[in-house]
């Protein structure tokens, strides 16, 4: 099994079990003391399964709910930021549009010019 080594007669040793010494009087309650009546109701226990099902659930919808906020929240951000996008290419064509037709209106000063 083993070789015959001092370490392992050392471990095999320290792995032998340990005789306990049994107390000569045990700690226990009297009879009136333990009657007193005054004890819990037994719990019923929840059950493995309904216990699981439950927690499962409630971890789920707890998940769902901060996965919908914050995929909302990411919505809104980036609906705003599009808005932007449309107002300042909104004011940039409006800008460009007056730049032609103060440009048109330029050429046609020339052109009744000649």
Do not use: C, H
């Not at 792995?15 to 049994?22: G, T």
């Not at 493995?48 to 809104?76: C, D, M, N, P």
């Amino acid at each position: 099994m083993f070789p015959r080594t001092p370490i392992f007669s050392l471990l095999r040793s320290a792995a032998k079990p340990v005789s306990v010494p049994v107390p000569a009087r045990y700690f226990s309650t009297s009879p009136a003391l333990k009657d007193a009546g005054s004890t819990l109701p037994a719990k019923k226990p929840v059950g493995a399964f309904r216990g699981g099902v439950l927690g499962f659930l409630a971890g789920s919808v707890t998940a769902g709910t901060l996965v919908y906020y914050y995929i909302l929240q990411e919505y809104r951000t980036a609906n705003e930021m599009l808005s932007e996008d449309i107002y300042a290419l909104q004011l940039a064509t409006q800008q460009l549009q007056s730049y032609v037709v103060e440009l048109e209106t330029k050429v046609d000063g020339l052109q009744k010019k000649k």
